[in-house]
């Protein structure tokens, strides 16, 4: 069974930090490209940034370019997302989720998802 986990939410005041984590199992995180999404309330689900199967050349939303690195270790089974200088229009759910092919930016093709952990920055 796969599974991913997310881990590391919580609330923040405006310009903190965290740092999000995504633990895989039941599948060799090395195999897939990773992504990072968000859902604010009342808000349709958005891109945040992907990454590489091997961790190189990641990239991310304009709204969070410069602030969020996408990082990971596969032999952790393992995926982050350290958000820094955080606003509160960073509120909202993560998931992190992996795919194999297709677009990065595309939530189509990302097959397995997390069940989410949730950000709140105060300001």
């Known amino acids: 069974q796969v599974q991913l986990m997310e881990s590391g939410g919580g609330a923040v005041q405006a310009g903190g930090s965290l740092r999000l984590s995504c633990v895989a199992s039941g599948l060799t995180l090395s195999t897939y490209a990773m992504g990072w999404f968000r859902q604010a309330p009342q808000k349709e689900r958005e891109f945040v940034g992907a990454?590489?199967?091997?961790?190189?050349?990641?990239y991310y939303a304009d709204s969070v370019k410069g602030r969020f690195t996408i990082s990971r270790d596969n032999a952790k089974n393992t995926v982050y997302l350290q958000m820094n200088s955080l606003k509160p229009e960073d509120t909202a759910v993560y998931y992190c989720?992996?795919?194999?092919?297709?677009?990065?930016?595309?939530?189509?093709?990302?097959?397995?998802w997390g069940q989410g952990t949730q950000v709140t920055v105060s300001s």
């Open positions: 990454v590489s199967w091997s961790g190189g050349n990641p």
């Open positions: 989720a992996a795919r194999l092919y297709g677009s990065g930016y595309s939530s189509d093709y990302y097959r397995y």
